[in-house]
């Protein structure tokens, strides 16, 4: 793990929504670093927390009924929750560029496209509207759709699911962030647009040296773009570090659940998958001890009762999981799945 | 966009069309001939005014010269009032339900944007409440007693100040047109109100409201531009109908306040079973309105960009 | 999170109960969540009470209340809820000869008559007044006013005039009300014109009948039960009278069965030709559903209300009908496009469903796809529709009788009420007020009720809880 700037640092972030049912607590005291240049991934199943975790940083999740009841996050020092301008300007659009999950729907349907990345500029850069637009087209260009010029004045409907993407991303990137957020990018794209959006997203970054937080379920695309990887359950960061911790040596069960049911070149064809059975508990009333306790194979008397930390399994890695306490005799048994990539295949 | 606006006009000819042969049929079932209600009279009489009004020739051949005079924009003559023609009738009294009808539809349009665009900000706040609260009021009383509230309310006023801003009734003047459209219009603005202020929750909550949000965008321009553009199309929609209500609303108000409208026209006409009149009235007036629907429609392309550029 | 509890044995394995696993909320069925949420629906529940309590009064009210809403109260005329019921036993009505003084002499003068008073009780069978004859004035003018007349205000109604100057008398039986009556007496030149300025002078009128009047209203058994002076109370009008004497609270009720036997069958009949003629395209598809439409599409720009009284005057009103059958009719034939515009676009939509290609794929036939999945699913989207034509139907009754083209007189609507009553807005308003707010109130009923049951099938409400 390289030692570049931190350009954001959250802190024991806790978020809950009022809903007909009760308070849900969607995030739990969550905290993480975004390094300058590098990409974060947030991984977890639907509900989670990931998507809540990056939207409230943004200011984004409704209020009421969300609730932003503690933490931080510190962006050049100053706090993004209680202050969301930086020098008089919104740090949204501007610091921060975000790409949502369905490009379809994310887009007003009654503006042009050019309008809707030129408005950004208008706002945070001051540019008169022709300029704006003029600017647009090339952000267009850059993006790699052909015929900007004609593109810059269509509206939505007229562009196909992976170039209203790379609009989205056109868009986010108009006044060159330090921080891209995309959640979940490609998921309601077909596989070979995922693909070519992922490459202009790491070709983008190594342009422009930007961070990358990607929130995703898919470890397809973690292994492919991240260098650091947070998993989350039930509102938690349940393991962090880098990507090579994380895929090879996994520490927490969940991770290894994961794992164990993600399809791998190595196991074959005749690769049995593992689901992880159940689902995660109901945030109405999260469980006083670990959330994963009732879907865990290695559940231990104490996961019931006693709410487990993050404890430090390896340098920057880290697992809540009482299996790693020092007290613990058991091992974590999931080490024994077959690695990926460069390690070699035993048969 | 042309052709688009071709189809639509050459749609609601044959719009036009089904209703005056609807009118037509309908009058024709009607028991007996318009010429029973009228004195008693000599068989020679009859006979004669059968042939003014065209009455002794076969159904269809009535059918084919009302259609063909219809094409020429004459409706024939008034049966009871003599010698006076239908088209007379129109332009004296549909300028003023015109009138009457648009200083409606834009109160109600203007008011329902705006205090539904008003209530969605403020939801579930005290603005919000008072307002619902009103339309759901203006929603369940009827436009006549609207209509009769507000000349009691002119009558008490008027003797209150003691002088006269608005009249109780009549015609003529701006300060005559008020009070009539604001009643008239009350209860579609109520209407109006509540899509608007649900179609304004829907678009708040949609991805690109929120995509504008995460651009940082400042409050006003995200209102503007984002959402209530997006929140009034559905309201266009809706205006066809909403016009078509306003427009018949009319008569009762126009009767309240004594507005010489087409409304007391046609209500005379039926109550004397003049049936040249209450055939020129509809047809008119089904072909008003089909044109009103297809302005509406085309204004709407104008509004959404995928309506315009598909068609 | 303290070391002592870290003991060895909390690191001991434990196996998962699998059953702890179970989802904590029960599942429902689609009907069992609307009926949920419909219940957590306040407003919407009020208005269903409020909807069965209209019922009630239409169905069970004619029941209990069970005076009759035709019979005329004549002494009891466009009375508001609460007004003095009171009557004293008088003996029939005799003549009156009147005053004939003789006329002091002297030359014509300008003063108003003098000594103007009543003779004998100021009651609703008549008041008499005389006064001193004036010297040379050629006859004397009598007005009535309901008002307390003010200098050179007006007179009120003119009774009558005596043309000799020796008539010094006069008596009015003219629809005498038990209230305050203002007379004014003023004396007439040979031309009939006034010559003087009025004398005026309250009157305080009381009820009186007689005693065959009190049987005759079923006040007492038999004239024995009532003697002259006996106060009696007039028969109860909870809700007051209209101008023609009739109990409001009857027509209200009689009103009700109008207004609701076309607010509620009306839509009822529509929906229902709407579904069949909307499933039938909607099944049927291509040409013929393209062409059913369109006719669809051409009876929704007829002008509405235009052709609802054209169609009624097409059906005809024959002598004693009450003519809600023809506007019954009349509502069927031009609503039923916006049903059947609905049902053939949900039976599009669920065609396209995957449970239907899964249903089929195992094997279903069309009967059982109909009463299993597009039934159920539709019968929503139905229920809500019908609920919100109720109050649409309801206003086009009123709007019609309203402007003279609803129900013929004598068969109250709440509309044709209002009709009447708007004429004596000013001074009665109660008989416009309670046919109104009737209107209002079941009109605002299932409109929130419509609201209600909106949301408790509304899908996408159901995934955001």
Request: charged residues 15%.
């Amino acid at each position: 793990m390289s030692e570049r700037d931190v350009v954001l640092e959250v802190e024991d972030l806790k978020v809950e929504f009022d809903t007909y049912g009760g308070i849900v607590h969607a995030v739990r005291g969550v905290s993480f670093q975004v390094r300058q240049g590098e990409t974060l991934a947030i991984v977890g199943e639907s509900g989670c927390g990931k998507s809540v975790t990056m939207q409230s940083i943004m200011g984004l999740i409704p209020m009421p009924p969300g609730r932003i009841t503690s933490g931080t996050a510190m962006y050049r020092g100053q706090d993004l929750i209680r202050n969301k301008y930086l020098g008089g300007r919104d740090i949204r659009g501007s610091a921060i560029g975000m790409v949502f999950q369905d490009p379809m729907t994310s887009l007003n349907p009654t503006m042009t496209i050019g309008d809707q990345i030129a408005e950004t500029l208008q706002v945070h850069r001051g540019f008169s509207k022709s300029q704006a637009l003029a600017r647009a087209v090339e952000l267009i260009a850059m993006v790699r759709i052909p015929d900007a010029a004609k593109r810059a004045s269509q509206y939505p409907f007229e562009f196909s699911g992976g170039m209203l993407q790379r609009s989205m991303i056109a868009m986010s990137l108009a006044c060159e962030p330090s921080i891209l957020i995309a959640d979940e990018p490609t998921t309601a794209l077909d596989v070979t647009i995922q693909a070519q959006i992922l490459d202009l997203l790491m070709d983008l970054q190594k342009e422009k040296g930007m961070a990358i937080v990607l929130i995703t379920h898919d470890l397809g695309v973690v292994a492919r773009m991240a260098d650091d990887v947070m998993v989350m359950y039930a509102g938690e960061i349940v393991e962090s570090g880098t990507i090579d911790d994380v895929f090879y040596r996994g520490a927490h069960p969940y991770t290894m659940g994961l794992r164990a049911a993600m399809p791998s070149r190595e196991l074959g064809a005749r690769q049995r998958l593992t689901p992880i059975d159940g689902s995660p508990p109901d945030l109405f009333s999260p469980p006083s001890g670990c959330g994963y306790f009732a879907r865990c194979p290695q559940a231990m008397r104490m996961c019931q009762a006693q709410h487990p930390y993050l404890m430090s399994v390896g340098t920057a890695h880290h697992s809540r999981c009482w299996l790693q306490h020092p007290d613990s005799t058991r091992q974590v048994p999931g080490l024994s799945i077959p690695h990926l990539g460069s390690v070699p295949v035993q048969s | 966009m042309l052709r688009y606006i071709l189809k639509r006009l050459l749609h609601g000819l044959i719009t036009v069309w089904f209703i005056a042969t609807a009118t037509f049929i309908a009058m024709h079932a009607v028991p007996g001939d318009p010429l029973s209600g009228e004195k008693a009279m000599t068989p020679e009489i009859r006979r004669n005014l059968e042939a003014k009004y065209g009455l002794d020739k076969p159904v269809v051949e009535q059918y084919r010269i009302f259609l063909v005079n219809m094409a020429q924009g004459d409706f024939g003559i008034s049966y009871t009032q003599q010698n006076r023609e239908v088209n007379d009738i129109l332009r004296e009294g549909f300028p003023v339900s015109a009138t009457l009808g648009i200083l409606a539809i834009v109160f109600a349009a203007l008011g329902g944007v705006l205090l539904g665009a008003l209530t969605a900000t403020y939801r579930n706040r005290l603005p919000d409440v008072v307002i619902m609260f009103l339309v759901i009021l203006g929603i369940s009383v009827p436009s006549f007693v609207f209509a009769a509230l507000g000349q009691l309310a002119l009558v008490k006023i008027n003797a209150w100040t003691g002088f006269t801003l608005f009249p109780v009734a009549g015609w003529g003047t701006v300060m005559h047109m008020v009070v009539p459209s604001l009643v008239l219009g009350l209860g579609t603005m109520a209407y109006l109100t509540r899509l608007m202020r649900s179609s304004m929750l829907e678009v708040t909550n949609t991805d690109y409201v929120r995509t504008a949000r995460s651009k940082g965008l400042p409050p006003a321009r995200i209102f503007l531009k984002h959402q209530l553009r997006n929140a009034i199309l559905p309201v266009v929609t809706v205006l066809g109908p909403a016009i078509a209500a306003i427009t018949t609303g009319g008569f009762v108000v126009e009767l309240v306040f004594a507005i010489p409208g087409l409304g007391r026209y046609f209500v005379q006409a039926v109550q004397q079973l003049d049936y040249t009149v209450i055939m020129g009235t509809t047809v008119f007036y089904g072909a008003f309105l089909v044109l009103m629907v297809i302005i509406v429609d085309i204004v709407y392309g104008l509004i959404d960009p995928r309506v315009r550029l598909k068609a | 999170m303290t070391d002592a509890t870290l003991s060895a044995a909390g690191f001991e394995p434990v196996q998962v109960d699998r059953q702890m696993q179970q989802l904590t909320r029960p599942s429902l069925s689609y009907w069992q969540d609307a009926w949920r949420r419909l219940k957590a629906n306040r407003r919407a529940f009020i208005s269903l009470y409020i909807v069965i309590g209209l019922l009630l009064f239409t169905v069970a009210g004619p029941w209990v209340w069970t005076v009759d809403p035709s019979t005329q109260d004549l002494d009891q005329v466009s009375k508001a809820p609460g007004s003095d019921r009171r009557a004293f036993i008088a003996e029939p009505y005799q003549p009156w000869d009147g005053v004939r003084t003789a006329v002091p002499e002297g030359p014509a003068s300008s003063a108003p008559p003098t000594n103007v008073k009543t003779v004998g009780t100021t009651t609703t069978q008549a008041v008499r007044l005389t006064w001193d004859p004036v010297a040379g004035v050629a006859g004397y003018r009598i007005y009535r006013n309901i008002y307390r007349p003010t200098a050179g205000g007006a007179l009120g109604l003119p009774l009558g005039d005596a043309l000799t100057p020796d008539q010094v008398s006069f008596e009015d039986r003219l629809d005498l009300e038990p209230m305050t009556y203002y007379y004014a007496v003023l004396t007439l030149d040979r031309f009939g014109q006034a010559l003087s300025a009025p004398a005026s002078l309250g009157v305080k009128v009381v009820r009186v009948i007689t005693r065959a009047q009190a049987v005759e209203r079923k006040l007492v058994a038999s004239e024995s039960d009532a003697k002259v002076g006996d106060t009696l109370q007039l028969a109860l009008h909870p809700f007051g009278t209209d101008y023609l004497g009739r109990d409001l609270l009857a027509r209200l009720m009689t009103g009700a069965r109008v207004s609701l036997l076309i607010g509620i069958f009306a839509p009822l009949f529509y929906v229902l030709l709407g579904i069949a003629y909307g499933s039938a395209a909607g099944f049927m598809g291509g040409k013929a559903d393209s062409v059913l439409m369109r006719f669809a599409d051409f009876v929704v720009a007829l002008p509405f209300l235009l052709f609802m009284i054209l169609f009624k005057i097409a059906f005809g009103i024959g002598p004693g009908e009450s003519g809600i059958f023809p506007m019954l009719v009349a509502l069927v034939l031009l609503s039923w496009p916006s049903a059947a515009r609905l049902v053939r676009g949900q039976i599009l939509q669920i065609r396209e469903e995957g449970y239907i290609g899964a249903s089929r794929l195992l094997g279903a036939r069309t009967g059982y796809l109909v009463m299993r999945h597009m039934i159920p699913n539709t019968m929503g989207v139905i229920l809500v529709t019908l609920t919100f034509a109720i109050p649409s139907a309801i206003f086009t009754e009123a709007f019609l009788s309203f402007i003279g083209m609803g129900v013929a007189p004598p068969t109250p609507s709440w509309g044709s009420m209002c009709n009447e009553g708007i004429r004596t807005m000013l001074t009665t308003p109660h008989e416009l007020i309670f046919p109104a707010v009737m209107i209002s109130t079941t009109v605002l009923a299932f409109n929130l009720l419509g609201d209600g049951l909106r949301d408790a099938f509304d899908a996408r409400m159901r995934s955001r809880e």
